[in-house]
C-alpha cells in the first residue's frame, strides 16, 4: 500500500510561533525560518539546533519544542528515521498541550511516519491516534485517521482498518473534501482487495482516480496508479505495465524518488521486453544516487550538531577549570570525611558481594542442571518419541551424554569444547524436534553467520534455542516452527515463528522463557516478544557479536 500519509508543512510551526511574543532573543530562530522558507535545509536544521539550546538557556520551552519539531521533520523528509525519532521524542517534554497544539500534532504526526518507513506499523498507529487526539481541524483528523487505518492494513488487521475508513466516508460532509475523500476511497478499496484478492475493487480504484485526476491531485494520482499495478499484477499484466510506467512518470513529475524507485520495480517485474535492461539501468542510478544523498544529509545533522556541542563543550570547559580553583580545600575536607564513610561502606559491601557470589554460585548450578539434564533429557525423549522405529543404542547414547555433563557438574567442571559445527549443531536440534505433527524449517544458518562468536556465546545461544523448542514442545500445540538467522554487520539477528496459540505477556515471565530473556541479557542483546499477531507467537533476537 503506498504510504498516503499527512505531514504538517514544516513551515506551519514557525508561522504559528511568529504570531507570539517572545522576551528573549531569536534571532537564531528567525534565521531558520528564513532557510525554510527558500529549502536551504541544512541551513535550517543548524540555526533551529541553535535557537532550540538558547531556549532551553532562556526557560521558553514552547519555542525549544518548536525547534526540535522543525528538526525532527527536516531529519524524516531527509530519510533519517531513526534521528528524527530521536529528536521527536525529545520535544515532547517542552511541548505544552494547551497552547502548543498544531507543533503536538505535527510531531506525534511524524513519529507514526517515521515508524511507518520503519515498519513498526503497531507503534505507527498508536502515534497518529494521539495525533488525531490533540488535532483541532475535523478534516486534518480524519486524515490522521486514515494513516491510523493504513498502518491497520500493514499488520494485516483488515477489519480494524475497514471500520476506520468507513467511519471517515460516513462524516456528513467528506465529499466536499475531494482529495482526503478520494485518498481514503481509494485506501479502503485496495484494503478491501488486500483481505480478499478475489474482491473487484476495479470499480472503486477507477472512481478514486477519476477524482484525482479532476482535481490535479499528483500525489494521489501516484498511489492510484500504484494501486491498480497492484490490482492488476496477477490478473493482467499489460493493464499492470500500463499503470506501472504511468506511476513512474507521476513519480518523476513529483520528484519523489521513493516512489520512483517502487514504480521501476514494478516495471522490471513486469516488462518481458528488451527494455527491461534500460529499467534496471534507471532503476539501480537512481537508488545509488537516492542512497548517497541520504547518507550525506544524516552525516550533515550529525556534524552541525557536533559542531554545536563542540562549543558548549569548550565553553563549559573554562568554567570547569574555574570551578576547580575555587573547590580545592573543600574537596580536601570532603575526602577526609568521606574517606572514613566509604571505608566502613566497603566493608559492607564486601559481606554483601560475598553472600551475593554464594547465591550466583547457587543459580549458576541451578541453571546448568535445567539446561543440561532437564532440557537435554527431555530433547532426547523427544527423539525418541520421532523415531519410526525404535534405537535403543542411540537412546543409551545420548543418555549416556546427559549423564556425563551432569556428572560434570557435580565435580563443577569447565564444559568440554564441542568439536561439532555450531551450525550442524544447532540444524540437528532443530530437526530433532520434526516429526510428522511438528515441522521446523530453518533459513540462513549458514557457517558464516557464526564466524567470529566465542565459545561461550555459542553455548548461550544454543540453550537459547533449545529452551524455544521445549516451550513450544510443551505449551504452544503448533504444527509449524521456522527460525531464521541472518547477520548484518557485528550483530546477528534470530526470528523465531510458531501458529500456535500465543502467549500473553503477562505469561512470558512465568515459564521457561524468563530463562530466556535473561540469557539474551548476557548476550547484551535484545529481544522482543510480538504477542499481537492474530495467530501464534513471534520472537525476534538480537545481540552483537563482539
Partial sequence: MKKLIFLLPVILFSCNKNNR?????????????????????????????????FFIQEDNPSFAGS?????????????????SQETALSAIKYLNPQKDTLEIVGNYNNLGITCQNLKEYNKAAQFYNKAAHFSQDPIYQLTLLNNKAISYTYLKKHDSAIQIFNKILAFPTIKKHAKVFSKVYDNLAYTKFSQNPEYNAEPELNEA?????????????????YHLTEYFENKDPKKALHYANKNWQIAKKNNNPDDQLKALQKIITLENSNNTKYFFLRYQSLNDSLQTARSKAKNQFAIIRYDVEKIKAKNAENEIELLKRNIGLGTLSVLLIGGIFLYKKRKKRLEQEKELEVKNTELKMSKKVHDVVANGIYQVMTKIENQDHFDKEKALDDLEFVYEKSRDISYDKEDSKDEQDFSEKISNSIGSFNNDT?????????KNIWENVNQSKQEEIYQIIRELLVNMKKHSKSNLVSFRFERINNEIAIHYKDNGIGISGAVIYNNGLSNVVSRIEILQGQIIFDTETEKGLKIDISFPVY
Avoid: P
Fill in 209 to 225: 482516480l477519476k477524482i484525482r485526476e479532476r482535481i490535479k491531485d499528483d500525489d494521489g494520482l501516484n498511489a492510484s496508479f
Fill in 21 to 53: 511574543t517572545v522576551k528573549s532573543d531569536r534571532t537564531d530562530y528567525d534565521k531558520a525560518y528564513n532557510y525554510l522558507k527558500t529549502s536551504e535545509k541544512d541551513s535550517a536544521f543548524k540555526y533551529f539546533n541553535k535557537a532550540k539550546d
Fill in 438 to 446: 511438528v515441522k521446523t524449517y530453518i533459513a540462513g544458518n549458514e
Fill in 67 to 83: 525547534c526540535l519539531v522543525n528538526m525532527a521533520i527536516l531529519q524524516c523528509e531527509n530519510g533519517d528515521y531513526y534521528g
